[in-house]
């Protein structure tokens, strides 16, 4: 599957997707006349589904992200198809699987000859702008389907950066956050007639992690809690999760001393901070402009982070902790207060969800587009929904512990397999053991599950076209 058009090929297509378009909002259901909604889109590096105070955490404070999920709705199975910085933002853009976008590791740049749905906006009329980390490869630059552009090459500093201005170098002294965060309201409050799309992508909270220093004592007197499957002895799983971690990965010794593993969690969460209060200058922001309630916001993650269970650290395996992400939205004229939605959504769902929001055909904008729009959730109508979905990760020279591994995920099953390793295979009963520590791989009783998920799999690799 190519997505790859010329441009004149897609300006001929979203032109088409155009003609006789009513432009409308929807009231909980109901169709009326409306000018086209507004975009926010923010993304987070690294954190957890649970690391909100909405979504249950221990001790984390949260308002700004607990305000979105009070005031929209919150998706509470939200799921990544490689739980890996560069392919996952990528999926996020264009709304198809990494084997499709190309970008399968950290040091892969982007295919600009890839659609994508801030281009989608931006050719039917939408103001566009990324600030953030772009973080495919050593890319800094303006890329295509922006306006405005602010960014930084690969991982970036906490402090001081240096950026890329639209075009411009400049170092800017402060707190990344802090500096994203401001370039995002002083763009949003440019004067302008066309509806807008902010891409804000924060470097938070990858590690090191570095709070700000207002927030460097935050949780100094909380006994940090520790994952129940921390102490998983690994009996039954495959030999390259026994072998643990990749060398290097114990984040100041997080998991050898308490005392290191007590700072590893509140560092964390004391880095989060700023990315909370940065939603709430948005929020406020909106507000003053007079466009809150016809704003779209989005708030996500680019994968979820082990924090010690099964004894490891950082993403990539398949196991819950790294796959599941947090994602809220917010919008009154279609969302209900305090919603709630079980079902199972995926990264690749957000570009065919805006660009149908924004009125356009999503078929002929975003050709070959793998997510589904999620709006016949958040209108209450969830027949016909998936009920499986692909997980795919491949290796990376720099992680030779960490195989290549594809895998299928339903609301109760789980199955992985590891096709270049011949190690064993691994099958999960969800409902039973949530934290996955049983493995029911080698189990005669489990044999027709087993089969119905390698079936799965074969299928939705088919699908996506994907070859082993």
């Not at 990528?90 to 709304?95: A, I, P, R, T, V």
């Not at 399968?104 to 281009?119: C, L």
Request: proline fraction near 6%.
């Amino acid at each position: 599957m190519d997505r790859r058009v010329t441009r004149r090929q897609f300006l001929a297509g979203a032109t088409a997707a155009l003609v006789g378009l009513s432009n409308c909002k929807f009231v909980h259901g109901a169709s009326v006349q409306t000018k086209r909604p507004n975009f926010v889109f923010v993304l987070t590096d690294d954190q957890r589904w649970d690391a909100m105070s909405c979504a249950g955490h221990p001790f984390l404070h949260t308002p700004n992200m607990d305000r979105l999920a009070k005031e929209g709705a919150r998706f509470t199975n939200a799921f990544v198809t490689t739980a890996l910085c560069s392919p996952s933002r990528g999926s996020f853009l264009s709304g198809i699987y990494a084997h499709q976008h190309g970008v399968i590791n950290n040091s892969t740049p982007w295919n600009d000859q890839i659609r994508t749905m801030p281009m989608a906006l931006q050719e039917a009329g939408y103001d566009t702008a990324f600030i953030g980390k772009w973080h495919m490869d050593s890319q800094e630059g303006p890329r295509p389907g922006f306006n405005h552009w602010v960014s930084f090459k690969g991982q970036g500093p906490y402090r001081n950066p240096t950026l890329n201005i639209n075009g411009e170098i400049q170092q800017v002294n402060g707190y990344i956050t802090d500096i994203l965060t401001r370039y995002a309201v002083e763009w949003l409050k440019k004067p302008r007639a066309k509806p807008f799309c902010l891409y804000l992508c924060h470097k938070a909270v990858h590690g090191p992690f570095s709070p700000a220093l207002r927030h460097s004592r935050l949780y100094e007197d909380v006994v940090i809690p520790r994952p129940k499957s921390m102490t998983d002895p690994l009996t039954g799983k495959p030999q390259w999760v026994r072998l643990g971690m990749e060398p290097g990965h114990d984040s100041k010794g997080a998991l050898t001393s308490p005392e290191g593993y007590d700072l590893f969690i509140r560092d964390y969460n004391r880095t989060l901070m700023a990315v909370d209060e940065g939603i709430g200058r948005i929020l406020d922001t909106l507000e003053k402009l007079g466009v809150l309630d016809e704003t779209v916001i989005t708030f996500a993650s680019d994968n979820g982070y082990f924090q010690g269970e099964h004894g490891r650290l950082d993403k990539r395996a398949m196991y819950e902790e790294s796959i599941r992400i947090p994602f809220l939205m917010r919008y009154p004229l279609l969302i209900k207060r305090g919603t709630i939605i079980e079902r199972m959504v995926l990264n690749i769902d957000l570009a065919p969800t805006f660009a149908e929001l924004a009125g356009l055909d999503v078929a002929r904008v975003l050709p070959g587009v793998q997510g589904r729009s999620l709006l016949p959730l958040l209108r209450g109508k969830e027949r016909n929904w998936r009920e499986d979905w692909l997980y795919e990760y491949f290796q990376e020279r720099g992680y030779p512990r960490t195989p290549t591994m594809f895998g299928v995920r339903t609301e109760q099953w789980k199955y992985v397999e590891y096709p270049e390793t011949g190690d064993m295979g691994e099958l999960y009963n969800l409902e039973n053991d949530p934290l996955e520590l049983c493995n029911l791989f080698e189990v005669p009783k489990y044999a027709s599950v087993l089969s119905d998920m390698q079936a799965r799999l074969k299928r939705l690799m088919t699908e996506t076209d994907l070859r082993r």
